[in-house]
């Protein structure tokens, strides 16, 4: 008999929120944005010359990485661009990660982070949030292979003061620090000009939030210009051409219209803000998110109760079972219409109850 199987790469993999296929929902589980794309992305996907389809797309990503690069204020040579922000930070353990000492992050934050370590076999140690879910920054003081951690973190929408990361930069000087930003245009004050300073920081965002092209999967990261070309370099030497023609060209479109983009955040932010006000008057507690969802739970009803009632109404949220966190809710915020739908038979829901 083969033994074959005795050879293969084994991990428990990331298991992503429920896709559900229903014509009319409301989709709260997976942070999306609820407002379209902006006007220039739509324009230029109805107007796109079909005939680039047939060829290559540009291995160093110029139309995006320029773009990037110019709405930020740094060199295109600080910019890495990637198959969404979770190929972004793949390539980033691949690349960076090689130590023997562990790399460490937070117990409670986003879950591929485990995956990836395990899976380059990547030696890694976590390390727990206090009671109120915030990262205590004495904890990534000690000697290590590399550090990794959210700001805002996830699932927790917890924000993290851009002082206290400085000092966790400032402690690890000779390993890779690496703060992931997909949450930080809704509140949050960025670690990005602090890849100046400190030339062993990476910054990493996404498209996939504040600028409404999660199906496109656009992520990137920004730092000193030595980590960029080595990350070009892991890159290059077996996928030249990470990024399609379409998500090039719609994402360079995404990153010039700053006004949209502004607008949209702020319609999200001041709808999480009505939604938390609500929230609190039916019962739950909550941290002060800054991300653009809520993570909540209920004086009295288990998480679990309220996630299969919401899931009977086509409302859909995530629900985790990891154990600390096995009775909150991660509720992405909508539109101000979806939040009061859901708001609504909250109110109903725990009356009856």
């Given at each position: 008999?083969?033994?074959?199987?005795?050879?293969?790469?084994?991990?428990?993999?990331?298991?992503?929120?429920?896709?559900?296929?229903?014509?009319?929902?409301?989709?709260?589980?997976?942070?999306e944005n609820p407002y379209p794309p902006a006007p220039g992305v739509v324009k230029a996907l109805r107007e796109m010359n079909t005939d680039l389809l047939r060829r290559y797309p540009q291995p160093d990503c110029k139309i995006l990485v320029d773009a990037i690069a110019e709405f930020y204020g740094v060199k295109s040579e600080q910019v890495f661009v990637g198959v969404g922000s979770d190929d972004v930070l793949a390539m980033i353990f691949l690349t960076f990660f090689n130590d023997a000492k562990p790399v460490i992050f937070p117990d409670i934050t986003y879950s591929f982070y485990d995956v990836w370590a395990e899976m380059l076999r990547i030696p890694y140690e976590t390390k727990a949030l206090d009671e109120d879910f915030l990262i205590k920054k004495e904890d990534y003081y000690g000697e290590n292979g590399g550090v990794i951690f959210p700001n805002p973190n996830a699932p927790?929408?917890?924000?993290?003061?851009?002082?206290?990361?400085?000092?966790?930069?400032a402690h690890n000087r000779d390993v890779i620090v690496v703060v992931?930003?997909?949450?930080?245009?809704?509140?949050?004050?960025s670690a990005l000009p602090l890849i100046e300073k400190y030339d062993n920081l990476l910054v990493v965002q996404t498209f996939s939030k504040s600028r409404s092209l999660a199906?496109?999967?656009?992520?990137?990261?920004?730092?000193?210009?030595?980590?960029i070309r080595y990350l070009n370099d892991v890159k290059y030497s077996f996928n030249s051409y990470t990024m399609n023609q379409t998500a090039l060209i719609l994402g360079a479109e995404a990153v010039k219209d700053r006004a949209y983009f502004e607008e949209t955040c702020r319609k999200v932010i001041e709808t999480r803000e009505?939604?938390?006000?609500?929230?609190?008057?039916?019962?739950?507690?909550?941290?002060?998110?800054?991300?653009n969802f809520i993570f909540a739970k209920h004086a009295s009803v288990p998480a679990e109760d309220i996630f299969e009632a919401l899931k009977k109404e086509d409302i859909y949220v995530r629900h985790f079972?990891?154990?600390?966190?096995?009775?909150?809710?991660?509720?992405?915020?909508?539109?101000?219409?979806?939040?009061?739908?859901?708001?609504?038979?909250?109110?109903?829901f725990l009356a009856e109850g």
């Open positions: 008999m083969s033994n074959w199987e005795d050879y293969v790469r084994r991990v428990e993999p990331y298991v992503p929120g429920e896709q559900p296929k229903k014509e009319h929902m409301i989709k709260l589980n997976t942070n927790t929408g917890i924000l993290m003061p851009l002082s206290e990361i400085e000092d966790i930069i992931d930003e997909a949450y930080i245009d809704f509140g949050g004050e199906g496109m999967r656009i992520g990137y990261v920004m730092g000193n210009e030595k980590l009505w939604t938390k006000k609500e929230l609190h008057k039916l019962g739950f507690s909550f941290g002060d998110s800054k991300s079972s990891k154990e600390r966190i096995s009775n909150y809710l991660r509720i992405s915020i909508g539109t101000k219409e979806e939040m009061q739908t859901m708001i609504g038979f909250l109110q109903n």
